[in-house]
């Protein structure tokens, strides 16, 4: 393991979140996958050498809290609307995504859900929290209005409003943004969903709302699964029981939090725990690598990261490496000797 990332994550903040994690991949283990993706492969209609993601695989279970990381372009967010099924008519997927065991085109939509980054794009600004939230109930239950508004004040006490009949009343733009984004988890609630796709849902919230929200996520995940995108390394490795790391449509490492934290395997996952700032007196340089992410229509055969790692080998250039390892941590990476 590199110095610099050993340096970002002192031993303190390593204990941590490996306390908090150990037990609860131990009972995530133990059952069947609930999201199965293999082979993933999101490509541009009519360019098919044009790929947004590419052969991208991993398992999601019950209970499990599973942070995907990776810089802006690397296809974070076009991985999580192909899941909801919502992806662009102008790209084309192959591959397959199971949930339950069954194909994303046989499942009821109602069992995925997910928190988008910015409520205020996806909260009508004209109609109240109360009509909003009391129509998603009505489409999804069959309710009457009456009941439809009970059921919506109790999804507002799920979610930490203390004044729910109040808050009923308001219009978007009379909340903060994390009353928004409360009502948001709510509507996504009211779906009664397996799997809970977030979209870093608190990059635009302040600390003490982005921990709220975080506890409320906690509390909810027992009982489905949390797919949970963020820029945010520390809530990554504090929160989640497993982290995926996407670089350039690929994933190239997946592990147990506490052990991609102690010893990140792929070149890429020590670059981006080298750009941490240490949580020591001492400050020093922050790190990048060389370089910058190569564009969809820029990514040639071999590892995409190729042309940014300084220990690149020929065969990186021209074959692609898969994920290899063991069951609690997986990386794809041609040369892994330290």
């Given at each position: 393991m590199d110095q610099t990332a050993s340096d970002a994550l002192e031993a303190p903040f390593v204990?941590?979140?490996?306390?908090?994690?150990?037990?609860?991949?131990?009972?995530?283990?133990?059952?069947?996958?609930?999201?199965?993706?293999?082979?993933?492969?999101?490509?541009?209609?009519?360019?098919?050498?044009?790929?947004?993601?590419?052969?991208?695989?991993?398992?999601?279970?019950?209970?499990?809290?599973?942070?995907?990381?990776?810089?802006?372009?690397?296809?974070?967010s076009v991985l999580c609307s192909t899941i909801m099924g919502v992806a662009s008519s102008e790209l084309k997927c192959l591959g397959d995504i199971h949930i339950e065991g069954r194909p994303l085109a046989e499942i009821d939509r109602r069992l995925r859900a997910m928190i988008y980054q910015q409520p205020s794009l996806?909260?009508?600004?004209?109609?109240?929290?109360?009509?909003?939230l009391r129509e998603t109930v009505q489409m999804i239950g069959g309710l009457s209005k009456k009941e439809a508004s009970e059921r919506a004040a109790d999804l507002l006490c799920d979610v930490g409003i203390d004044d729910p009949k109040e808050t009923m009343r308001?219009?978007?733009?009379?909340?903060?943004g994390g009353m928004n984004q409360r009502v948001m988890i709510a509507m996504a609630l009211a779906m009664k969903p397996k799997l809970l796709i977030a979209d870093e849902p608190t990059s635009a919230l302040d600390v003490t709302t982005q921990k709220q929200i975080l506890d409320l996520l906690e509390r909810l995940?027992?009982?489905?699964?949390?797919?949970?995108?963020t820029h945010d390394l520390g809530v990554a490795l504090q929160r989640s029981d497993r982290i995926g790391v996407l670089y350039a449509g690929q994933l190239v490492e997946i592990g147990r939090a506490d052990l991609v934290a102690r010893t990140p395997l792929h070149p890429y996952t020590r670059a981006l725990f080298s750009a941490v700032p240490p949580l020591s007196r001492h400050p020093r340089r922050l790190h990048s690598p060389a370089g910058t992410l190569p564009e969809p229509t820029q990514r040639q055969a071999g590892c995409n990261f190729a042309s940014r790692c300084s220990g690149t080998l020929d065969i990186c250039r021209h074959i692609a490496p898969v994920l290899q390892g063991t069951p609690q941590q997986v990386v794809a990476c041609h040369n892994l000797e330290p």
């Amino acid at each position: 393991m590199d110095q610099t990332a050993s340096d970002a994550l002192e031993a303190p903040f390593v204990q941590a979140f490996e306390q908090g994690n150990a037990g609860r991949q131990a009972i995530a283990a133990g059952s069947p996958p609930l999201l199965s993706i293999t082979g993933l492969t999101v490509v541009v209609a009519g360019q098919p050498e044009t790929r947004l993601l590419d052969a991208v695989q991993f398992e999601l279970r019950k209970g499990e809290f599973f942070a995907l990381v990776g810089e802006s372009g690397s296809g974070k967010s076009v991985l999580c609307s192909t899941i909801m099924g919502v992806a662009s008519s102008e790209l084309k997927c192959l591959g397959d995504i199971h949930i339950e065991g069954r194909p994303l085109a046989e499942i009821d939509r109602r069992l995925r859900a997910m928190i988008y980054q910015q409520p205020s794009l996806y909260l009508n600004p004209v109609r109240n929290i109360g009509f909003q939230l009391r129509e998603t109930v009505q489409m999804i239950g069959g309710l009457s209005k009456k009941e439809a508004s009970e059921r919506a004040a109790d999804l507002l006490c799920d979610v930490g409003i203390d004044d729910p009949k109040e808050t009923m009343r308001k219009y978007p733009h009379e909340m903060s943004g994390g009353m928004n984004q409360r009502v948001m988890i709510a509507m996504a609630l009211a779906m009664k969903p397996k799997l809970l796709i977030a979209d870093e849902p608190t990059s635009a919230l302040d600390v003490t709302t982005q921990k709220q929200i975080l506890d409320l996520l906690e509390r909810l995940r027992s009982d489905m699964a949390i797919l949970f995108v963020t820029h945010d390394l520390g809530v990554a490795l504090q929160r989640s029981d497993r982290i995926g790391v996407l670089y350039a449509g690929q994933l190239v490492e997946i592990g147990r939090a506490d052990l991609v934290a102690r010893t990140p395997l792929h070149p890429y996952t020590r670059a981006l725990f080298s750009a941490v700032p240490p949580l020591s007196r001492h400050p020093r340089r922050l790190h990048s690598p060389a370089g910058t992410l190569p564009e969809p229509t820029q990514r040639q055969a071999g590892c995409n990261f190729a042309s940014r790692c300084s220990g690149t080998l020929d065969i990186c250039r021209h074959i692609a490496p898969v994920l290899q390892g063991t069951p609690q941590q997986v990386v794809a990476c041609h040369n892994l000797e330290p």
